[in-house]
């Protein structure tokens, strides 16, 4: 479903609601009217009996003008301006002027927000008592309305969530929500009118008979009757009032994806909710709660005014929701979402090289989760890049010249006979060989991602020579190594012109034999000379995926021919293309395989590492019982 | 008698249907109308924004000469094209030729901003942050104010051609509404360079 079809979805049910409101309140009054009838005819009461056109006008019509009347009262003495509500809640108006980047930012999505939902700018607020994420939108009319949000909010949430939370505030402000909460708040008032009237009466009833020693048994029935009626009615009332509300929200939530085209954007700030909070302390907060982004406080599901976040964001974006169930999440923080970068980030943090150790609880748990330390040490590996290798960077020739460094051997003769296959190239690349040196395998795969996206912009018949050049140097010394294959079947998945357009492969067999493929080769990574245990890992990891791991035995076979680059990557591309499902699967199957001997080996690794890259994954440090 | 009164009343909700059609489609109109002319305000802001973000960036990109003077050459040409867009609106030759400058002036804010990320120093300076927040927003209202146009062009697009609003569409030359298609020239589908 689209945002559009969301939104009229909400919009009918709201429809729905409203009616049942009123369906509540006639039916008080038809209720009010039976007793009446049943006390008045004693109890031959019948349907024949039921209708009596003079108590119907004094009692039904006289409980519906008490109960219009009172919430009008309600109504105009709680119609106060949006600044006055703002001011109500201890709410600061930002300053137009302001030199403050972070309230300058607000401003400015406030004014963006605006243009998209074509409303006049409101003015904006902001509650700096209130460390926890929340905002509301007061104001009766798209022309007095006012916007505000907590400190948390301005301090937690990135420019793009900001602009999720305010464009759902415009729908509130757009779609007319305070104006309809106010009316069901008055007529709600008016219900309960009816139970302070009800008590009253009791008591005057039971306080004369007390006096007088004989009782008004009349009164303190209709009293009774009154507080009986109304508190049901109060009652459904209040669950009904709370379904239009939580309606409103994800109307709003449609919206806000309508106004910023980005479903990340408000699903970012609703997982940062679900971290931090959106509790809102000012006292006065209960009747603005309904106009929350947040819920302000938890109340059991049916009074509740807001969905429960979970549902918020499996509509708006469901792919968010795997993050919720990770509790020590640490969402990336600001400047590196807004600087793009988290999407490359998560690729690299990944385990150091350093091998051998023993792997402790279950590691597809661990992978494709971001924590901090994987994130540090992302941010550590592309600090470490020297600055010729930074500069290299920018050009495409030096991009390429800096791949070729990588895959220079140590051994002298080799080298020596990779510079021949160089040619004229050779001095160049030598140029980078001493820094390169330096770097550790983890750095190198980070190097070789970015260098390959500096050359996905050339013409094929370019991209097709670097390719068979790094493969003839990668073979310069006639053996394939684990880190070569690696290496150059990213080359290829990421310089091919296919990965982007791929179709969604869904043959289960084609995707067995791929991931077969991809698990024969960690098989022998992980013991390169003993076949047989080599097998019983394959095995152990194929049974993962299917029932007869055995039919796929020959699929087990050493590295070190220049055809299984093709094949490696290729199979890596069709389960690149595959669903999510597919890829948890796989990356199980990946575990069950590499910890089949109850080690990691650094070969293991760098083939894990590739996995995780190219399938989108990140497999962080965390996972190496370290 | 009684015939004569339903018929009557028959009329009445018609005449009332037939107005509220009219008026709402009136309403959808000018408000399609109106988010045009907030594009071409927002563009305006962009002009005058950028040669104050070049004249901060200038003193630390000593090496970006060629990125700095694309920039401002971009805008002086999309700022000529806007003028005379101004002066013949809907002529489809000026329209074009803004279109076109407005793109080499996106590809090319879009490498400076790209460059700016590449300058540590340039980044922490706070008028040039305060300057790149600007750019951001403005960037953001020109896009939004685009896609807003075009929300209310479907909106309109929806109310024109459904039954039984069409016959009235027709019967007072509401015309057709055209949507704005994205201005991606080859400059701005280029991806600027992002380097770490």
């Known amino acids: 479903m689209n945002f559009f079809e969301y939104q009229r979805q909400a919009r009918k049910r709201s429809v729905l609601y409203v009616f049942l409101f009123c369906m509540a309140v006639i039916c008080i009054g038809l209720a009010l009217y039976t007793l009446t009838v049943w006390v008045l005819q004693g109890d031959k009461l019948s349907l024949r009996t039921w209708w009596n056109k003079d108590v119907f006008l004094y009692v039904f019509l006289g409980t519906i003008g008490f109960i219009g009347l009172a919430s009008l009262y309600r109504i105009l003495s709680l119609r106060e301006g949006a600044d006055a509500i703002a001011r109500a809640l201890g709410a600061r108006l930002v300053d137009p002027s302001t030199k403050d980047l972070k309230e300058r930012k607000l401003l400015n999505v406030v004014e963006e927000m605006a243009i998209a939902s074509g409303c006049p700018v409101p003015r904006v607020y902001v509650m700096d008592d209130e460390p926890q994420i929340n905002a509301f939108a007061a104001g009766f009319s798209v022309q007095d309305a006012a916007i505000c949000v907590t400190k948390g909010a301005l301090e937690n949430l990135n420019r793009r969530e900001l602009q999720g939370v305010i464009g759902h505030e415009f729908s509130h402000i757009l779609n007319g929500d305070m104006r309809l909460n106010l009316k069901l708040m008055g007529v709600l008032f008016g219900i309960f009118a009816l139970i302070v009237v009800g008590r009253f009466l009791v008591r005057v009833g039971g306080a004369s008979r007390g006096r007088k020693g004989k009782g008004n048994a009349g009164v303190v029935l209709i009293g009774l009757a009154l507080m009986l009626v109304g508190a049901i009615g109060y009652f459904f009332g209040l669950i009904i009032q709370a379904a239009v509300s939580r309606q409103r929200e994800f109307l709003a939530d449609a919206s806000s994806v309508q106004f910023t085209r980005d479903p990340e954007a408000i699903g970012g700030a609703l997982l940062k909710i679900a971290r931090i909070g959106s509790r809102v302390e000012a006292p006065s907060a209960a009747e603005v709660s309904h106009m929350l982004f947040g819920a302000r406080a938890n109340l059991s599901s049916i009074f509740a005014t807001h969905p429960p976040i979970e549902e918020r964001i499996r509509r708006v974006s469901p792919e968010l929701l795997r993050y919720l169930k990770d509790e020590n999440l640490n969402l990336e923080t600001d400047s590196e979402r807004d600087e793009g970068v988290s999407g490359k980030m998560v690729g690299y943090g990944v385990v150091g090289f350093e091998g051998g150790r023993t792997i402790s609880g279950r590691m597809h748990d661990e992978i494709g989760k971001l924590d901090e330390t994987s994130l540090r040490s992302a941010r550590d590996i592309l600090k470490n890049i020297p600055e010729d290798i930074n500069r290299a960077l920018e050009s495409s020739v030096d991009a390429t010249f800096l791949i070729f460094a990588m895959l220079l051997d140590e051994n002298e003769d080799v080298c020596a006979r990779q510079m021949k296959i160089l040619k004229e190239m050779a001095p160049h690349v030598r140029r980078y060989e001493g820094s390169i040196r330096k770097l550790d395998y983890s750095s190198k795969i980070a190097l070789l991602d970015l260098a390959t996206s500096r050359l996905r912009n050339l013409p094929d018949d370019a991209i097709a020579e670097i390719i068979s050049l790094a493969k003839q140097i990668a073979m310069a010394d006639m053996k394939l190594t684990v880190f070569e294959l690696a290496f150059l079947c990213l080359i290829c998945m990421r310089l091919s012109r296919k990965t982007g357009q791929a179709k969604r492969e869904r043959s289960s067999a084609l995707l067995l034999s791929a991931s077969a493929v991809l698990l024969g080769v960690i098989a022998d990574a992980g013991s390169p000379d003993d076949v047989v245990s080599a097998k019983k890992a394959f095995e152990h990891g194929m049974k993962v995926l299917c029932n007869d791991p055995r039919r796929y035995m020959q699929k087990v076979r050493k590295i070190e021919d220049v055809d299984q680059i093709e094949e490696v990557s290729q199979s890596l591309m069709v389960l690149a293309s595959a669903s999510d499902n597919v890829k948890a699967k796989v990356i199980r199957a990946v575990e069950e395989c590499v910890k089949f001997d109850r080690k990691i080996t650094r070969d293991e690794l760098v083939l894990l590492r590739l996995v995780g890259l190219v399938l989108g994954v990140p497999v962080p440090l965390s996972f190496v019982g370290a | ?196």
């Open chain 2, 1 to 196: 008698m009684v015939t004569l009164i339903v018929i009557l009343a028959l009329v009445v909700l018609l005449v009332i249907v037939f107005v509220a059609i009219y008026n709402n489609l009136v309403t959808l109109r000018n408000t399609y109308k109106n988010a045009y002319a907030q594009i071409d305000v927002q563009l305006k802001r962009r002009y005058d924004l950028i040669p104050n973000l070049v004249e901060t960036a200038k003193g630390y990109l000593q090496h970006e000469r060629q990125t700095l003077e694309a920039v401002i050459s971009a805008r002086n040409q999309a700022f000529t094209a806007a003028k005379a867009a101004a002066e013949n609106p809907g002529d489809p030759k000026t329209m074009a030729s803004l279109a076109q400058a407005e793109g080499v002036l996106g590809g090319a804010l879009g490498r400076l901003l790209a460059v700016v990320e590449q300058y540590p120093n340039l980044k922490a300076n706070e008028t040039m942050s305060q300057l790149m927040e600007e750019l951001t927003a403005t960037e953001n209202k020109i896009a939004f104010a685009r896609q807003f146009f075009n929300d209310a062009v479907l909106n309109y697009k929806n109310a024109r051609e459904r039954f039984p609003n069409n016959i009235i569409a027709n019967m007072f030359g509401f015309q057709d509404a055209a949507f704005l298609e994205a201005t991606e020239s080859e400059e701005e589908r280029k991806a600027p360079k992002v380097k770490f």
